[in-house]
């Protein structure tokens, strides 16, 4: 691939190596080769074993658990590139952390997501490649363009199909909360079915109540659409909620960003889900995988390449998701 003037490298961060090996060979192309090391004090050590002189280098990073190595790790590959004279450097950040403190909730709060963005533009990024950031304002953090991709055209079509013989009438999507009505309801709209909405009352950080379920899901089968999953208190609330409460037949969950941080794994396992959705933008560790049955997992490698190849040719990456 050489369309102008530029070769176009992949290079993996520590967080997510197989997405970058999945996405290279979707591209035709192998991963960069760099080595990322930790000296003994906990200094990152960044090595690019390759000329980047005049690249489209493309830097595949989530900024997940461990958050702060990570985004450090991210930072110091951007400026490495940077003054190994890269032509133009794209962070690919699947999963953008501290993406839920993008505002002032309360008084001396700091907004830690335009701090990151700050830093990602400060190390040299040209551009950033996301997806499903928690706020969708968060694009306007960064004084560099986002390509912000989305979950539902991912997660749409995997129900669409396992649904093929359900009545329309018989399926409703449903948000969790006021906050995520405007996903569930492209989601429905993939699906061509009815929307609910969840409304809660959350009285401290991880802990909400729900207190009411405003459409019909009484005797249907209902699918939870959210953006992210962290400890699963909310969801499996809802999902609680949904059948005791709304009197659905079967809850079913699905979210680009797996967080599952704490008891999140033992909640799913034992509420009321009979499947969990989640995008592969945070690596499942093999032991959460084993630890519960009802979570699948899907690939987002082919739409993050398709949107690399779509930058690097200079065309649109808004068909991606329309």
């Known amino acids: 691939m050489n369309l102008h003037g530029k070769d176009i490298k992949i290079f993996a ?8 090996q999945q996405i290279a060979r979707q591209l035709g192309l192998p991963v960069g080769n760099a080595d990322v090391a930790t000296f003994s004090d906990g200094e990152i050590s960044v090595s690019i074993n390759e000329s980047v002189r005049g690249s489209d280098v493309f830097v595949v990073q989530s900024t997940c658990a461990p958050v702060n190595n990570n985004l450090m790790e991210l930072l110091i590959m951007i400026d490495a590139f940077k003054r190994a004279s890269a032509g133009r450097i794209t962070a690919v950040i699947p999963y953008f952390g501290y993406a839920r403190q993008d505002r002032k909730a309360k008084a001396r709060d700091p907004i830690s997501a335009k701090l990151c963005a700050d830093l990602i533009t400060a190390a040299g990024a040209d551009r950033v490649l996301t997806m499903d950031l928690h706020a969708a304002q968060i694009q306007g953090f960064f004084n560099i363009p986002v390509d912000h991709l989305l979950g539902v055209p991912l997660l749409a079509p995997y129900f669409r199909e396992k649904f093929k013989d359900v009545p329309r009438d ?22 061509e079915c009815s929307l609910a909405i969840i409304d809660k009352r959350r009285p401290k950080a991880n802990v909400s109540e729900v207190m009411n379920i405003i459409g019909d899901v009484k005797g249907k089968k209902v699918i939870l659409v959210d ?11 809802a999902a609680a909620a949904l059948v005791e409460k709304g009197g659905a037949s079967e809850v079913y969950g699905c979210a680009t960003h797996g967080v599952l941080s704490g008891p999140a794994i033992e909640r799913i396992e034992k509420s009321a889900f009979k499947e969990m ?4 933008t945070i690596p499942l560790s093999e032991e959460k995988r084993a630890a519960s049955s009802k979570i699948q997992v899907l690939p987002v490698a ?6 690399i190849e779509r930058i690097y040719e200079d065309k649109p990456v808004s068909p991606l998701f329309v």
């Open 302 to 307: 082919p739409v993050f390449a398709e949107a």
């Open 277 to 280: 959705v989640l995008l592969d």
């Open 227 to 237: 953006d992210l999953i962290d400890t699963a208190g909310t969801i499996c609330n």
């Open 170 to 191: 018989e399926l409703v999507a449903v948000s969790p909360d006021l906050g995520s009505v405007t996903r569930a309801r492209k989601f429905a709209e993939r699906l």
């Open 13 to 20: 961060a520590s967080a997510t190596p197989q997405m970058a």
